[in-house]
């Protein structure tokens, strides 16, 4: 009889959890280029010949951005050090560091940085979400 072997990649962090954080990031990063699209300042026309500077303080857009990247930081902060180490290896997988293979390297890699920087790390990054999402396909979860 043969023995079914584990794979190298089991995860303490759910992959329902780790799409949760994705379809967070992917919220916050529409927002920020919603914003960058929009620009801070606008220059209205009234007439054919006269035009105005319109600076709108942004404070609804701000508001609304800061509490979606302020919730996606408690959520990392949540994490035990399993799981945050867990979700740097899939990002890092995600961007091609690593291979699916080389999973216990990732993860090996992904303990050695100082895990109280893990939300500054991942929310700086600029493709968090799809990182995230082809890891989790990388590794088949």
Do not use: C
């Not at 089991?10 to 916050?28: M, N, Q, W």
């Not at 929009?38 to 800061?66: I, M, P, Y």
């Amino acid at each position: 009889m043969q023995q079914r072997r584990e794979r190298e990649w089991e995860l303490s962090i759910g992959p329902d959890t780790v799409r949760d954080f994705v379809l967070k990031a992917k919220g916050l990063a529409a927002a920020l280029n919603d914003d960058y699209d929009a620009g801070a300042e606008h220059e209205v026309e009234f007439d054919g010949n006269r035009h105005d500077r319109h600076h709108h303080d942004g404070l609804a857009e701000e508001k609304s951005e800061n509490m979606a990247e302020e919730e996606l930081r408690e959520l990392i902060g949540d994490l035990n050090v399993d799981e945050a180490a867990e979700l740097v290896a899939l990002v890092w997988i995600g961007r091609g560091d690593y291979a699916a293979s080389e999973w216990a390297e990732a993860l090996a890699a992904a303990r050695e940085r100082p895990y109280r920087r893990t939300a500054k790390y991942l929310l700086g990054l600029p493709q968090l979400a799809d990182w995230l999402e082809e890891g989790l396909e990388q590794i088949g979860a």
